[in-house]
């Protein structure tokens, strides 16, 4: 059973930095893509980045410039580092991955608060 696990969240001011982190386990064959979105209260969720398995990377407006999304792909784990946060930036960040055979998994989701 494939499992991703979230961690990094918390609270930040603005202008701060947090960098989440996102650990997977289970039988995974290949990841093709791994990436990051995220919701706010009372909104949909949202992309954010996206990184392949050769490194492209892929952003969401909003975040361009700011965040950095990175993986390791010998420990299938991905990591979002996040600076310059702003308030807009407030909300649950989902861990998600495809792998090659076409199955997407998500993570639970850890919470990130920055604060005006």
């Known amino acids: 059973q494939v499992q991703l696990v979230e961690s990094g969240g918390g609270l930040a001011q603005t202008g701060g930095s947090l960098r989440l982190s996102c650990a997977t386990s289970?039988?995974?064959?290949?990841?093709?893509?791994m990436g990051w979105y995220r919701q706010a209260p009372g909104k949909q969720r949202e992309f954010v980045a996206v990184i392949s398995s050769g490194g492209r990377t892929n952003y969401a407006d909003s975040v361009k410039g700011r965040f950095t999304i990175s993986r390791d792909n010998a420990k299938n784990t991905v990591d979002l580092q996040m600076n310059s946060l702003q308030p807009e930036d407030t909300g649950v960040y989902y861990c998600?991955?495809?792998?090659?055979?076409?199955?997407?998994?998500w993570g639970q989701g850890t919470q990130v608060t920055v604060s005006s």
């Open positions: 289970g039988s995974i064959f290949s990841i093709n893509f």
């Open positions: 998600t991955i495809r792998t090659s055979r076409g199955y997407v998994y």
